[in-house]
């Protein structure tokens, strides 16, 4: 016998976040053909409603509207209400926030859209009240005059839905740019990221603020082709910045999803695996470029959160934890002197609280939220103690306290496993492993891609997302392509030829899928993927990369390792797609700048010959990750490995020197001396270039 008094249709879903509404009094669906079905048969409009677990304002419209008796009843009598997963159906909130865009000129979560029984979008908006206020009017009058309008004015109606469905098609419409790809698009670029660069806090605008970590990978590309030290003083800034501020869990590692000020101070405490992907790998390069410490810190700090807290058992990656805990945003991260006072010594607790901005006042509705503002040296020369001594004691202090915190009631985590999403931490933890030369990490990748070919592949298809068992729903572009960068990097970093096989796969299959025979680039939906009301194509690099921007720079490596002109072909196709808007909003196709920094350069071409595990062999592949070369690409056979020589062009006609593992370093397949020497392997790699502007203050 249940104890609810509501269970909806959302109680067979898998969904966290859906099954959060199963009890709603709210007659909820899930998107499908029985929701549009109802609809049609009871000539009512449609209310969808879009968000995700760890969104703090879905939750607050949950329990003011949502679980609202009154409220539920309006929605219950004159609408068909639909709540959908973003994270499962980025298709459709893709599609739908660009009409709430159009209509609102904002966006953003829990989205509330008004549909046709078609499914064609006629009204839309983000959180409404359950009364009139913030200027904003209250969600039970929105229902009554969407009601109303569905009724008694139906030709208005169809007209709106119309023009937004018109507008909703010309935005998929793109058009290959009449000027060449040059370098000059890459110099405008930087030029224009600059223009809005923040340069006291870092990053870029006013609050709130998001980490940038797409925009900083391409800065690091802007140094490392250029030498442009304001490039990498830009990034140095807002890696040290965002490091030390409250946006990044100083005891269990791992950044929130955005601050709430300029100063990186107060986050929205959600975490999400995307951003802590992108970030992960924006702290390894910067590592590799500068060899600071405090980059390499702070790039493990990232990986073990996500290895302790966001894997699964069977080697996937989790989504999200939200930002709340026990009713409260951010309850779980904050501290009082005086829960500090209770687990530290006297010593320990002055130079904690004297580094991490611990004051009685607070800096977040009476608590603290962790925060470095003064240097290690400063705080120590304060102290009268070394600055070793002040690190020793900082190190025991977190290691105490995160052990005290460890035994708070958690925020809520969205165990669901998304395809793309678990590319792009794959990614990371095969550079991770690779450049802080990390076996521990390497395990982590090689498991979760396993994982994902066995659970979350059928027929040759992707499916979009698993939970407890059940893998469903079309994959997208993202998942193609995001997993393809995950399986080509694992490779490069182990020379298991098992995960390049399964990249030229799934990128082929992506090419059938998504690929637009017409006009060029790819869509976001595949050929198997259900009609809906539009086809629509995403080039924008927003808080995770578009599957064009990704699968433009996969295609360019696979280019470079297979000789194989259709990728480089269709990449050079989606760069030319973009060149326009590039031009006019650089900072919103921080990946795309990169995949044609990669194209306009000379990438590295490197070729290891030798027995996997001979230590000589391990040596110059390590050899390989420790220099930033950002335009490169890695295979390894070992001698006679006839199928990796079939099918990597760059391994043929290689021998061993000396009967010694061997790297060859080339460009355009024309290569340098052959060697067996990791520094003169390094020496080959990288043309050295100062590198100042460190994170560490």
């Not at 929130?256 to 970030?279: C, G, I, Q």
């Not at 309850?331 to 209770?342: G, N, R």
């Not at 000589?616 to 006679?640: D, E, H, I, S």
């Amino acid at each position: 016998m249940s104890d609810h008094k509501h269970t909806n249709r959302l109680i067979n879903e898998t969904s966290p976040y859906l099954l959060q509404h199963a009890h709603n009094p709210v007659d909820w669906h899930p998107w499908g053909e029985d929701a549009f079905a109802a609809a049609r048969g009871e000539n009512k409009p449609i209310l969808l409603s879009i968000g995700y677990s760890a969104c703090h304002w879905c939750h607050v419209m949950e329990h003011e509207s949502f679980e609202n008796e009154e409220i539920a009843r309006l929605m219950n009598e004159n609408f068909v209400s639909i709540k959908v997963d973003r994270e499962e159906r980025p298709d459709l909130d893709q599609i739908y926030m660009n009409a709430v865009q159009m209509m609102t000129h904002h966006g953003g979560w829990p989205m509330t859209v008004f549909l046709t029984p078609e499914g064609v979008p006629f009204y839309g908006g983000t959180y409404f009240p359950p009364e009139d206020r913030y200027n904003m009017p209250g969600f039970p009058r929105v229902l009554i005059s969407m009601a109303e309008a569905y009724r008694e004015r139906p030709e208005d109606i169809e007209q709106t839905g119309a023009s937004i469905l018109t507008e909703l098609n010309r935005l998929s419409l793109g058009q290959e740019s009449n000027e060449p790809l040059t370098q000059t698009l890459l110099d405008h670029a930087f030029k224009g990221i600059a223009k809005s660069y923040d340069l006291v806090n870092g990053g870029f605008g006013s609050a709130p603020k998001f980490p940038p970590a797409m925009t900083l990978e391409f800065l690091l590309r802007v140094y490392h082709r250029t030498g442009n030290a304001e490039a990498l003083e830009i990034v140095a800034n807002t890696c040290r910045k965002m490091a030390d501020g409250g946006i990044y869990d100083h005891l269990g590692g791992g950044f929130h999803r955005y601050s709430t000020d300029a100063r990186w101070l107060v986050p929205h405490f959600e975490k999400m695996l995307y951003d802590n992907a992108l970030l992960s790998r924006v702290y390894l390069h910067y590592y590799q470029l500068t060899q600071d410490e405090s980059a390499r810190r702070i790039a493990e700090g990232i990986l073990d959160y996500v290895a302790r807290e966001m894997t699964d058992a069977n080697g996937g990656f989790y989504s999200t934890q939200d930002a709340d805990s026990e009713g409260e945003e951010g309850k779980f991260f904050t501290w009082s002197p005086e829960e500090i006072a209770s687990v530290l010594g006297k010593e320990d607790i002055a130079l904690f609280s004297a580094y991490y901005d611990v004051t009685e006042e607070g800096n977040f509705e009476g608590k603290n939220i962790l925060n470095v503002t003064r240097s290690l040296d400063d705080i120590a020369a304060r102290a009268k103690v070394t600055p070793e001594h002040l690190r020793q004691s900082l190190d025991n202090s977190r290691r105490k306290l995160f052990e005290v915190r460890e035994n708070r009631v958690k925020p809520d985590r969205d165990e669901k496993i998304l395809t793309a999403w678990n590319g792009m931490m794959m990614a990371s933890f095969a550079e991770g492993a690779a450049i802080l030369q990390r076996e521990d990490y390497l395990e982590i990748p090689r498991s979760n891609a396993r994982f994902v070919l066995e659970n979350l592949r059928r027929d040759d298809l992707l499916l979009r997302t698993y939970k407890d068992g059940t893998a469903k729903l079309n994959a997208y572009l993202e998942d193609y392509a995001f997993l393809s960068d995950g399986l080509l990097t694992l490779y490069e970093a182990t020379g298991e030829l098992e995960w390049f096989e399964a990249t030229l796969s799934i990128t082929n299959k992506m090419i059938e899928e998504f690929w637009d025979d017409q006009d060029g680039g790819f869509f976001y939906t595949g050929r198997s993927h259900e009609s809906l009301i539009v086809r629509s194509k995403d080039y924008f690099d927003n808080a995770t990369p578009s599957g064009n921007s990704v699968a433009a720079e996969v295609m360019l490596r696979l280019a470079a390792l297979t000789d194989n002109d259709d990728y480089r072909r269709r990449a050079v196709t989606i760069l030319r797609l973009v060149a326009d808007p590039m031009r006019r909003y650089p900072s919103g196709f921080g990946r795309a700048l990169s995949a044609l920094d990669f194209y306009l350069g000379t990438p590295k071409e490197i070729a290891i010959l030798g027995d996997h595990d001979l230590p000589q062999t391990r040596f110059l592949r390590n050899a390989v990750w420790q220099p930033y070369v950002p335009n490169k690409v890695v295979a390894q056979a070992a001698p006679g490995d006839s199928r990796s020589i079939e099918l990597i062009p760059l391994l043929r006609d290689r021998g061993l020197v000396n009967n010694s593992p061997t790297a060859y370093v080339c460009e355009h397949f024309t290569c340098s001396e052959p060697v067996t020497d990791r520094e003169k392997l390094l020496s080959q790699l990288v043309q050295q270039r100062p590198a100042s502007g460190a994170m560490t203050g």
